[in-house]
């Protein structure tokens, strides 16, 4: 991690936690973490529930908020989706886009996930995009051709601005739910890759990269540690108040 800047800690809650449940973790997770100005933490709860970590966080600002997923249309009859514009008018800062479980469950490939980061752009809201690669394409040795076109695919279609706006987060999913975690040389391998794609493509050299895949409190540090590293994406560690304050505390 470049020490020069707050690392991100990032919860994803996927498909858990309704309005009742996102209220009663907030309550508790303020309860155990204090703010910190040298950290930033985001918030990914479902689509249902942004209005009551919303409300249950006013007295939090620190604590970000963001959606899982928008769709790739401005507007329409899509049945169940959720627009950008919508997310923003809500109170969200982030959003999501190209989550391997959208990727791999809804379809969701590269065209489609770089016209969702430029929705979310036009929305005035930050994309954060994820990127990585499957076991398959790791043990073919795929994960520089799999990762630049993910990267590529996003970037072409953005101008120096919107290229600047944009968060990443490394996600191999191999390790995502399956309690496999990359090493920290793994993960400093991978973030290599990615931040020189997205140097090629005329992005910062200082973009922030987080680490997603079975992230728990027993191996923040170590991930941390790792070369290029700039925060974490959590999914099932950060439906538990406290183990997710303990990873949101690393390096304090």
């Not at 910190?36 to 919303?54: E, G, K, L």
Request: charged residues 25%.
């Amino acid at each position: 991690m470049n020490d020069s800047r707050r690392p991100m800690f990032a919860a994803n809650w996927k498909m858990h936690m309704g309005p009742r449940g996102a209220s009663e973790f907030v309550a508790a997770f303020a309860e155990l973490y204090a703010p910190r100005d040298d950290a930033r933490i985001v918030f990914f709860p479902p689509s249902i529930s942004v209005a009551a970590f919303r409300d249950a966080s006013e007295g939090r600002p620190d604590l970000e908020l963001g959606v899982q997923d928008v769709h790739e249309a401005v507007s329409g009859a899509h049945t169940g989706a959720v627009s950008a514009a919508m997310a923003k008018e809500a109170g969200v800062g982030w959003a999501l886009a190209g989550h391997s479980e959208r990727r791999r469950e809804f379809g969701d490939d590269d065209a489609t996930v770089a016209t969702k980061v430029n929705r979310i752009l036009e929305s005035d809201t930050r994309p954060l995009l994820c990127v990585g690669e499957t076991l398959e394409e790791r043990e073919a040795g795929q994960l520089e051709t799999v990762l630049s076109r993910q990267i590529k695919a996003v970037l072409d279609t953005l101008d120096g601005h919107g290229i600047a706006g944009l968060t990443y987060a490394y996600e191999p999913v191999w390790a995502i739910g399956t309690g496999r975690t990359a090493s920290a040389d793994d993960a400093a391998a991978a973030h290599a890759v990615v931040r020189r794609e997205i140097e090629m493509r005329g992005g910062p050299a200082d973009a922030v990269i987080l680490y997603g895949g079975s992230v728990k409190p027993a191996n923040i540090d170590e991930l941390l540690s790792a070369h290029g590293v700039d925060g974490v994406l959590v999914g099932g560690a950060s439906l538990d108040p406290e183990g997710f304050a303990a990873i949101c505390s690393a390096g304090r």
